[in-house]
């Protein structure tokens, strides 16, 4: 399920860029102020997605770690 999440967050994500590429060429403040915002979005989403799949000192991944109950 996890895996599946951060699947779409990585879609999303390039969604944004390609999103954001598009409304920047339009030209005017407005546009390039929420072009930025996209950037900003998709930024964030990218660091989440690293944090939970890049392996820490131990060799493990967040997302490899079994759940706490």
């Known amino acids: ?3 599946t999440a ?8 390039v969604g944004l860029l390609v999103g954001a590429v598009a ?3 339009r030209g005017d ?8 915002l996209m950037v900003l979005l998709a ?3 990218a660091i989440n997605v690293a944090i939970w799949t890049l392996p820490d000192g131990q060799g493990q991944a967040l997302i ?3 759940a706490v109950k």
């Open 1 to 3: 399920m996890m895996a």
């Open 6 to 13: 951060l699947s779409l967050m990585v879609l999303a994500a």
């Open 23 to 25: 409304m920047a060429r």
């Open 29 to 36: 403040a407005a546009s390039r102020k929420k072009a930025a």
């Open 43 to 45: 930024g964030i989403m």
């Open 64 to 66: 490899n770690r079994p």
